[in-house]
């Protein structure tokens, strides 16, 4: 084995070797230790390092084992090792060198500072010496001075107290005079220890001077402790006082208890203190002569004086902590009750801050005489009660208002106070709901962005109750809107209808006001409040996510849109209805088999353009203007129509036999079904949709009400008359007019089919009565410039 197969570890500890045989002070030890070391290993013929290396012996394994190439490896390796081991033996010896010159620098000084501190030390000695020397003859000639000088201080001592039993009674009677009590008792107290050894020999009358003045002392204090004009601190001073003169006080306790529950009634929130909390403390600060700002002051004040107490009666009662606990709690309890009893009124955000910030600041008073009581904790759960009040109160509140700016069109229409615009009733009603519920949300946000601690850990609970209020608000706004609406099909008497009888012009209005106020919240409220709510109302989680989202607003969208459709159809019904007992009551009126010849447009006519005209005046207040289709120009002139089909003319010219009857029916039948006009279509949010459908219902009624009369030929001749003459009108104001014509061809029709002699009117006759009916409408309702 070579050297160069020797590993790093070897080499290394070769060299460590080496340096140590160097600066080694005992050779022996060196050898030994070399020898203890090479006899733990394996001795090797190549181990150069043993002691027993044979360098003869080594060269010629080297020379056989290696060619010449290895061997000049090999000579350059140990040259350079050589070389470094040649290096590190230098560095040693330079740092060793520094080390030495070092410590003989070192040791030079210390010779040359110790030099002369011998004999310093000698003098020092000298010098204590002397001191003490004369310490003791200073000792020795005051000794008999110093036990005489004690000896006069203890009796002067000794004297002032003496003096002091004798003035005792004296004082105690200042003391009385005064009523500083709290001095009496310190003097006493301060005698007893005297009185107790010499109270019976040397100090008999002074002891009974003392006991008797301190029994008077005793008895103001009770008296005082039970006084309802003294103070609470007073109080307490007085029980504390006692319980230093061993008066037995535990006997006082249920009577000290009630004293103080007693005197919770000053400590609950006045009227005038909590509005006085709502008012800026700036102007208070200004006013501080406004006998007004008196209030919270004492409020503070007395609380501070219970908060005292508490402290006082822990000391002189330890077992009362749970009834003080009680106490403090009823306190905070009575706080809230007032404040709930606040929050029913209309207040603003910033009124409720004010007084949470009073029972806030009572809360950390009490809490830091009693900790135990936990009284944040607790104020915290019935604040939760509080806030949820002022939620449901404030939203209590807007629907109020929402109501008001709804139902101000009825009432005033009602108690006659001129005409109230259903537009105005419209615009209020938008500004209600959506400034109403915008002004609400920042009322809400200045709660929880205020940094009262107590609102501050009901942050999360204060977002999920605005949430969840929103959506309660709008399912009972829905309610609401329902209930002002008449409820199902129904209107409530005491607003001046029933089922069956003529609908209100006011509630009619009301009803359409209702249907847009709904179509206003799904479209334009609603995506403004869900923005709001998501910018300054997120978070939450008090409610669990297991419960859902507390604010659902496709869910609020999806009941307006329903109730808006609703309230819509439920206007067209409540107008239709009014005008079907006017058709009702004509026809039903007359005995039309007796009808004598129509010489001019029966004033139904009148009444019922009037009642599509009051009709139109509401929508175009709330409802916008829609496109008008299926106009025909034919049907413009008064007769034109009823000449405008050769096969109608064909029917209304045939005998009043049952055969010209029975085609009459087939022709109308036929004409059905090759026309297939859709009559009734999807009611729009327009003006000319709402009349028009309005309309179309009006005429299936007197539909049905022709066809349950038997007309003779004169009353069949005015049925043509009115029903020629409304065409006109009628198409100008619907946007269907193909269907319109439809359904007036159809009355004449159903009369012509339900007249024992279907003879109609010539159209020169026809358009005279017309003419003659119009003429008599301007001249009474002339147009002005």
Same mark, same amino acid.
């Given at each position: ?16 070797d080496?340096?140590?045989?160097f ?6 030890m ?35 084992? /290696? ?60 010098k204590?010496?002397s001191?003490? /020397? ?6 020795t000639?005051?000794?008999?001075? @110093?036990?005489?000088v ?12 003496v003096q ?12 009385i ?18 009185f107790k ?12 001077a ?19 004009s003294?103070?609470?601190?007073? @109080?307490?001073? *007085? *029980? ?10 535990e ?22 203190e ?14 501080? /002569?406004n ?21 006082a ?25 007032a ?7 209309r ?6 801050l004010?007084v949470? @910030?009073i029972?806030?600041t ?22 939760k ?6 939620v ?6 807007l629907?109020?208002d ?15 106070v001129?005409?109230?615009s259903?537009?105005?009733a ?5 500004? *209600?709901?959506?400034?109403g ?15 009262l601690?107590?609102l501050v ?5 204060i977002?999920?109750?605005? %949430? ?66 998501a ?22 969208? @999806? ?33 039309w ?5 129509p ?19 509401e929508?175009? %207040? ?17 007769t ?5 089909n050769?096969?109608?003319e064909e ?46 219902l ?13 007309f ?7 049925i ?66």
């Amino acid at each position: 084995m070579g050297v160069d197969d020797v590993p790093l570890d070897d080499k290394a500890k070769r060299m460590r070797d080496l340096l140590s045989s160097f600066y080694s002070p005992d050779p022996s030890m060196s050898s030994s230790s070399d020898t203890t070391s090479s006899s733990s290993k394996r001795t090797t013929l190549d181990d150069i390092n043993s002691s027993s290396f044979d360098p003869d012996q080594y060269m010629n394994l080297l020379v056989h084992k /290696s060619n010449l190439e290895r061997l000049l490896q090999r000579h350059v390796e140990m040259a350079a090792e050589i070389k470094n081991l040649d290096t590190d033996l230098q560095m040693l010896v330079y740092e060793n060198y520094n080390k030495f010159i070092s410590a003989t620098d070192t040791i030079k000084r210390m010779n040359s500072n110790i030099v002369g501190m011998e004999s310093n030390m000698e003098q020092l000695l000298e010098k204590i010496m002397s001191v003490q /020397s004369r310490s003791d003859g200073v000792n020795t000639s005051l000794f008999e001075k @110093r036990e005489h000088v004690e000896k006069l201080h203890r009796t002067r001592n000794l004297l002032r107290k003496v003096q002091f039993i004798y003035d005792l009674p004296a004082r105690l009677g200042k003391c009385i005079k005064s009523e500083a009590y709290a001095d009496a008792v310190r003097f006493y107290t301060g005698a007893m220890p005297i009185f107790k050894a010499y109270g019976d020999s040397s100090f008999q009358d002074c002891k009974r001077a003392s006991e008797e003045a301190m029994a008077i002392i005793i008895k103001n204090l009770e008296g005082k402790l039970f006084s309802d004009s003294e103070s609470i601190q007073a @109080r307490a001073e *007085a *029980a504390v006082l006692l319980k230093k003169l061993d008066f037995p006080v535990e006997s006082l306790k249920a009577r000290l208890l009630d004293k103080l529950a007693q005197s919770l009634a000053d400590l609950q929130l006045k009227t005038e203190e909590i509005s006085n909390a709502s008012v800026d403390p700036k102007d208070l600060s200004q006013e501080e /002569s406004n006998p007004g700002s008196a209030p919270a002051a004492t409020h503070e004040a007395s609380v501070r004086e219970f908060a005292e107490a508490i402290r006082a009666y822990r000391i002189i009662f330890p077992d009362s902590e749970s009834q003080l606990i009680k106490l403090s709690q009823g306190v905070v309890t009575k706080h809230f009750e007032a404040v709930e009893e606040y929050v029913k009124k209309r207040i603003c955000s910033t009124d409720l801050l004010h007084v949470l @910030r009073i029972i806030w600041t009572d809360v950390l008073l009490m809490d830091e005489v009693l900790h135990e009581a936990a009284l944040p904790n607790y104020s915290l759960e019935a604040a939760k009660v509080a806030v949820k009040q002022y939620v449901a109160s404030t939203f209590s509140h807007l629907l109020h208002d929402i109501s008001d700016s709804l139902t101000e069109v009825h009432v005033k229409q009602k108690e006659g106070v001129g005409e109230y615009s259903l537009q105005t009733a419209l615009e209020a009603s938008k500004r *209600a709901v959506l400034q109403g519920s915008m002004d609400v949300l920042v009322d809400f946000r200045q709660i929880i962005e205020d940094n009262l601690e107590l609102l501050v850990q009901l942050k999360p609970l204060i977002i999920d109750l605005v %949430q969840e209020g929103f959506q309660d608000f709008f399912g009972a706004l829905d309610d609401h809107f329902l209930l002002l609406s008449g409820g199902n099909n129904a209107v409530s008497q005491d607003q001046g209808f029933v089922e069956g009888t003529q609908v209100d012009k006011a509630f009619a209005g009301l009803v359409l006001v209702l249907a847009q106020v709904s179509v206003f919240i799904e479209q334009t409220a609603i995506p403004k409040i869900t923005e709001e709510i998501a910018a300054s109302f997120s978070g939450g989680g008090a409610r669990g996510y297991e419960h859902g989202p507390a604010f659902v607003p496709g869910e609020i969208c @999806r009941i307006f849109r329903s109730a808006g459709e609703k309230f819509l159809h439920l206007y067209i019904n409540m107008r239709t209805q009014r005008i079907s007992l006017l058709l009702k009551k004509r026809f039903t009126t007359p005995n039309w088999v007796k009808h004598k010849e129509p010489r001019e447009v029966h004033m139904f006519v009148d009444l019922f353009l009037q009642e599509l005209e009051a009709t139109g005046c509401e929508v175009k %207040q709330i409802l916008p203007e829609g496109l008008r289709r299926h106009r025909r120009n034919d049907s413009n002139g008064s007769t034109n129509s009823s000449r405008s089909n050769p096969l109608r003319e064909e029917k209304l010219s045939r005998s009043s036999t049952q055969r010209a009857r029975s085609q009459l029916l087939e022709t109308h039948l036929a004409k059905l079904f090759k026309q297939k006009i859709e009559i009734f279509t999807k009611v729009e949010y327009t003006q000319e949709s709402v009349v028009t459908t309005i309309v179309k219902l009006c005429l299936k009624s007197l539909q049905e009400f022709v066809r349950l009369q038997t007309f003779n030929r004169s009353g069949f001749q005015q049925i043509q008359l009115d029903i020629q003459f409304l065409r006109t009108p009628v198409k100008e104001i619907v946007e269907d007019q193909a269907v319109i014509d439809f359904l007036l061809d159809e009355v004449i029709v159903n009369a012509s089919e339900r007249c024992l002699d279907p003879i109609p009117l010539e159209p020169p006759i026809l358009d005279r009565l017309i003419q003659a009916k119009l003429a008599k409408t301007r001249h009474q309702n002339p147009v002005t410039p």
